[in-house]
């Protein structure tokens, strides 16, 4: 139990990092920046 | 009188500091644009809107909920991916340190006045967070879409008091053609913002306390994050101070990773046996019984 609580944060970390490479590799970077850089109307009130 | 409790000074200049410097991009509030370069394909770790003009990273709500709402996206990877690393890493120091919504919360709770501490229902409105990050951010725009496919950051639109004041406020400020299609929306916003602001200089954080998604998906890991609060059992004499001390309103001394529990570190300030401490924990290290002596020995001088 103690091993495996331990061992969480390791495993919350590295399925993350997991995530993080697939969400690369399936091109979700692209839909992150184009929202990012350019003026969201939804979140200064206008759109 | 009401008794002041040392506060972590250093927290607030971290603060104000990594605001500064994560939303670095000053042209842009002159100039009323944003900063388009490709560090803003990164999520930051707190509530900082994109399209504040100095951010120079994404909000990593308002990139899930992007994700969520293309067409394109079946399960939001990379952003889930950022909140994990995140999580795991940080847990709630995230609201503690890296958030400039929460930053400015704690500055206006500086503000002398009647300070509220804890009320009827507050424990239960906790958990209202979580209702908004299940609902606006999660829900709402994965599933409802217009013709096209594509959902609405809800969230955003409705709701983010952070996006109003670091990205509407200031745009609208630099950016006569933004000003002039302003509308109901934006004056719904601002009503929340207000009520947000105005309610912080009387009650510790209440947007994080009751309402921040993001605050609801990293209080998640405060139980299973790197960084952690750790109680040494043995030189805890239970008196209270740390439950007193806290803002969020943890009792520290019984739940060291309670999910409200902002890391802000006052508690271990506070602590006359320096029986807490916080820090990176790989759980290896147990206190050994020396150590308890030396914090008792030093708590007694």
């Not at chain 1, 609580?5 to 995530?19: E, N």
């Not at chain 1, 850089?37 to 200064?44: D, F, R, T, V, W």
């Not at chain 2, 009401?2 to 994560?22: L, P």
Request: glycine letters at 10%; proline letters at 5%.
């Amino acid at each position: 139990m103690k091993t495996a609580k331990r061992a969480l944060p390791f495993v919350l970390l590295a399925l993350g990092a997991g995530f993080l490479v697939l969400g690369i590799f399936d091109g979700e970077v692209a839909i992150v920046l184009s929202r990012a850089a350019n003026i969201c109307l939804e979140c200064i009130g206008i759109g | 009188m009401v008794k002041q409790y040392k506060r972590n000074k250093f927290r607030n200049w971290f603060q104000g500091v990594w605001t500064v410097v994560s939303n670095g991009y000053l042209v842009g509030f002159v100039k009323g644009r944003i900063w388009q370069g490709d560090s803003k394909s990164v999520c930051v770790p707190g509530l900082n809107c994109y399209s504040c003009p100095g951010a120079l990273g994404a909000c990593p709500i308002g990139s899930l909920q992007a994700e969520l709402a293309a067409r394109e996206v079946k399960f939001p990877l990379y952003v889930t991916g950022f909140l994990l690393a995140f999580g795991a890493l940080f847990g709630r120091v995230v609201c503690g340190f890296l958030c400039p919504f929460g930053w400015v919360q704690d500055l206006l709770y500086k503000i002398p006045s009647r300070k509220i501490g804890t009320f009827k229902y507050d424990r239960l409105l906790r958990y209202l967070k979580f209702v908004v990050l299940a609902v606006l951010v999660v829900l709402l725009p994965s599933l409802v879409k217009n013709a096209a496919g594509v959902g609405t950051p809800w969230f955003c639109k409705w709701f983010c008091p952070s996006g109003t004041l670091f990205a509407g406020i200031p745009l609208l400020l630099a950016n006569p053609t933004l000003r002039a299609v302003v509308g109901f929306i934006f004056s719904w916003k601002m009503a929340i913002l207000i009520l947000i602001l105005g309610l912080s200089v009387f009650l510790y954080r209440p947007f994080c306390k009751y309402l921040c998604p993001l605050g609801a998906a990293y209080s998640l890991f405060n139980k299973a994050s790197f960084y952690r609060l750790k109680l040494d059992e043995n030189a805890c004499t239970h008196c209270g101070v740390c439950k007193q001390a806290c803002n969020m309103g943890v009792d520290p001394s019984q739940t060291p990773d309670d999910m409200e529990c902002i890391r802000c570190g006052d508690c271990v300030k506070n602590c006359p046996t320096k029986a807490l401490s916080a820090g990176f924990f790989t759980g290896r290290r147990k206190i050994q019984p020396e150590e308890t002596e030396d914090k008792i020995e030093t708590a007694v001088q």
